[in-house]
């Protein structure tokens, strides 16, 4: 019999504290929208768990009256995973109380944290031990390392260490039914069967609950050389990613590109942004070359001479100090609240072949300028990764609505030229809602069935994040 409001309250509160249970819809509120104010929906009560015990037995009890309950930890997800819909029949379960950091071992190169700690605590936590943890988003103030893990985040620094998945060697998650599976090994060899820690890192709270994770610690690079650099078209981007790679190997930390628009537009609207090139060019990339060595600057400085010689870079800024580079990262990282001035943009987070970047470009550009004249193409990102944020945002003087009312039409294209080319419809953001009804249409219908059979296995009645990612009746 289903629980009263009352019942399920005073459950909870014997649970995790009174404390901790949140029911008030003022005291909900931050927790059932995103900080954009989109995917909002309503819950019948938040909780806020202070350890793996007590997310153990909330899961177990939601398993036995069929709550269903969306993990959140920073809230910072952009596609609709972490908040609940509309219906309010739902739990959140925040993780931001799990917030320790139980171990930093700078001898094994690693670090056992809580699922609550933020990416930018896990940080400055491997930097006190002279360590990198070389994950890196704009969002680290307040993601979290369960947010991360559970969305397989990626950021700027794929490119040299991988994405969240390559950074985690072990885990610890509440099974829905409750069970913990302790999977918290710190070895860099272990052959005992299968891996089912990565069966967990990108399932967005569908298949269980992290609490805590081994993570890599890595070297922390003793130089480090930032250059803005202006060029002529993608092309000659990847030809430099090429001669940076030859020359630095997986020193070659970040290579973000930026169309001209995209300068244009975060030096019109955010103070204190300027253009650090003499001369407009048509295309940037900021790249990161990090080293050793004290002669890593000549280095760096020499490589891009050698290219500006071959005609490939027309020009190049190098940061000398710290302030410097902040203010180069500056454009790059600016450029989200700078296209919010220019009217509606529609985004999308896709991932193709590296070699296939230019030509996707170019194909969707025309595609888009046929079906909207006018229409502003921002593809900018990890170019790096081939993962680029393909947004377009509105033509000049258009109405905002009638511009975001072609959401779909756009989308199609972008999708289309993706697919075309084997990429990925979502590089890095994962699917939540947004994309759910999208991933069933371009992925492997095997892969699928397989994806809806584990969820089936590990989440037999549905309480775990339902609705978002797959559907798995
Ligand atoms: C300004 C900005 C820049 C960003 N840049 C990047 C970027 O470069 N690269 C990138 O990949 N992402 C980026 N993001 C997206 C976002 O920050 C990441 O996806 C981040 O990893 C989410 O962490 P979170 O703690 O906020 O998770 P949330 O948003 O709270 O949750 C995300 C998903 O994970 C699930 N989840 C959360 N915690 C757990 C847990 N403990 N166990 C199981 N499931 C859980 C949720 O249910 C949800 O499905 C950016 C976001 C912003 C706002």
């Given at each position: 019999m289903a629980l009263s409001d009352q019942e399920l309250f005073l459950h909870l509160a014997a649970l995790i504290g009174e404390t901790h249970v949140l029911t008030r819809p003022d005291d909900m509120a931050p927790f059932c929208k995103e900080w954009r104010g989109l995917f909002p929906g309503r819950a019948r009560a938040v909780v806020r768990p202070a350890n793996t015990a007590e997310v153990s037995a909330?899961?177990?009890?939601?398993?036995?009256?069929?709550?269903?309950?969306?993990?959140?930890?920073?809230?910072?997800?952009?596609?609709?995973?972490?908040?609940?819909?509309?219906?309010?029949?739902?739990?959140?379960?925040?993780?931001?109380?799990?917030?320790?950091?139980?171990?930093?071992?700078?001898?094994?190169?690693?670090?056992?944290?809580?699922?609550g700690v933020t990416l930018f605590a896990a940080q400055e936590a491997a930097e006190k031990v002279d360590r990198l943890f070389p994950l890196s988003l704009a969002s680290e103030g307040s993601c979290t390392i369960g947010g991360n893990l559970a969305s397989n985040a990626g950021g700027t620094a794929v490119l040299a260490y991988g994405n969240a998945r390559e950074l985690t060697m072990g885990l610890e998650v509440v099974l829905a039914d409750g069970r913990v599976m302790d999977l918290l090994g710190r070895l860099r060899k272990d052959n005992t069967g299968y891996d089912l820690k990565n069966m967990f890192i990108g399932s967005e709270g569908t298949l269980g609950v992290i609490t805590a994770a081994v993570l890599k610690l890595y070297p922390r690079p003793r130089a480090q050389v930032t250059v803005f650099a202006g060029l002529a078209s993608p092309s000659a981007a990847l030809a430099l990613l090429n001669h940076l790679k030859a020359d630095f190997g997986a020193g070659v930390t970040t290579f973000e590109l930026l169309p001209r628009i995209a300068l244009d537009m975060v030096c019109d609207h955010i103070t204190g942004n300027r253009d650090p090139l003499v001369?407009?060019?048509?295309?940037?990339?900021?790249?990161?070359?990090?080293?050793?060595?004290?002669?890593?600057?000549?280095?760096?400085?020499?490589?891009?001479?050698?290219?500006?010689?071959?005609?490939?870079?027309?020009?190049?800024?190098?940061?000398?100090?710290?302030?410097?580079?902040?203010?180069?990262?500056?454009?790059?990282?600016?450029?989200?609240?700078?296209?919010?001035?220019?009217?509606?943009s529609i985004k999308h987070d896709i991932a193709v072949p590296l070699a296939s970047v230019p030509q996707l470009i170019d194909d969707v550009c025309t595609r888009v300028e046929k079906l909207v004249p006018g229409a502003r193409p921002v593809p900018f990102g990890h170019l790096g990764d081939g993962n680029l944020h393909f947004n377009i945002t509105q033509p000049k003087g258009m109405e905002r609505a009638a511009f975001m009312a072609l959401w779909d039409d756009i989308g199609a294209i972008v999708y289309d030229e993706t697919v075309k080319r084997r990429g990925s419809i979502s590089a890095e953001h994962g699917i939540g809602r947004l994309k759910k009804k999208l991933l069933r249409e371009v992925k492997d219908p095997v892969a699928l069935d397989v994806m809806a059979g584990l969820k089936r296995m590990l989440d037999p009645h549905g309480i775990l994040n339902p609705g978002k990612v797959i559907d798995a009746p």
């Open positions: 909330l899961l177990q009890f939601c398993n036995t009256h069929r709550i269903p309950i969306v993990p959140q930890g920073g809230n910072t997800g952009l596609v609709g995973g972490q908040t609940p819909w509309d219906k309010g029949d739902e739990i959140v379960l925040s993780l931001q109380r799990m917030n320790h950091i139980r171990d930093v071992d700078p001898l094994s190169d690693t670090m056992v944290v809580e699922a001369t407009r060019h048509d295309w940037y990339v900021l790249a990161e070359i990090s080293g050793a060595d004290e002669s890593l600057s000549e280095r760096v400085t020499a490589s891009f001479a050698a290219m500006i010689e071959e005609g490939v870079v027309a020009d190049a800024a190098i940061a000398l100090s710290l302030d410097q580079r902040m203010a180069l990262w500056r454009l790059r990282e600016t450029l989200p609240e700078a296209q919010g001035h220019e009217g509606g």
